[in-house]
């Protein structure tokens, strides 16, 4: 019964980590995207203005 609750357990986190570890690469590259897309518009202007 011990051994049941072990391994339950272990799928329980492992299915927790599938879970929760892509959502997180997925809100870093969200928050990577929406700072770079401020810089490049900073760089368009600073083109823009220098022609």
């Not at 570890?21 to 203005?49: C, H, M, N, R, Y």
Request: without cysteine; hydrophobic residues 55%; charged residues 20%.
């Amino acid at each position: 019964m011990k051994a049941l609750k072990i391994v339950a357990t272990a799928l329980g986190v492992t299915l927790a980590a599938l879970v929760v570890i892509p959502l997180v690469v997925l809100a870093g590259l969200f928050v990577w995207l929406k700072l770079t897309e401020e810089s490049d518009e900073e760089t368009l202007e600073l083109e823009q203005e220098g022609t």
